[in-house]
């Protein structure tokens, strides 16, 4: 069974910076994307960054410029530096898993439980 867990979240003041980190157990053979979503109050989940096994990177366009998301394929890990954080970044942000291939076969996506973000103005 494959978990995602997140950790580093936390409360920050208007143009600090934060790092999420996204830790994959379970039997992983490997993982072709990971990413971040977030999802603040009475608000549709919205992507943030993705990144692929090969490196490509996707990123919001609110996002661009402040964020930046790591991977380790090896350690199945994933991270987000946000800098420059704005109110409007406040949510709660879940790690993403795609395409994970395992010993069963190949599972479509996994979240995390999600770690709050707040930025205080």
């Known amino acids: 069974q494959v978990q995602l867990v997140e950790s580093g979240g936390g409360l920050v003041q208007t143009g600090g910076s934060l790092r999420l980190s996204c830790a994959a157990s379970?039997?992983?053979?490997?993982?072709?994307?990971m990413g971040w979503y977030r999802q603040a109050p009475g608000k549709q989940r919205e992507l943030v960054a993705t990144m692929s096994s090969g490196g490509s990177t996707t990123y919001a366009d609110s996002v661009n410029g402040r964020f930046t998301i790591s991977r380790d394929n090896a350690k199945n890990t994933a991270n987000l530096q946000m800098n420059s954080l704005k109110p409007e970044d406040t949510a709660v942000y879940y790690c993403?898993?795609?395409?994970?291939?395992?010993?069963?076969?190949?599972?479509?996506?996994?979240w995390g439980q999600g770690t709050q973000v707040t930025v205080s103005s």
């Open positions: 379970g039997s992983i053979f490997s993982i072709n994307v």
């Open positions: 993403n898993a795609q395409h994970v291939l395992t010993p069963r076969g190949y599972g479509y996506q996994y």
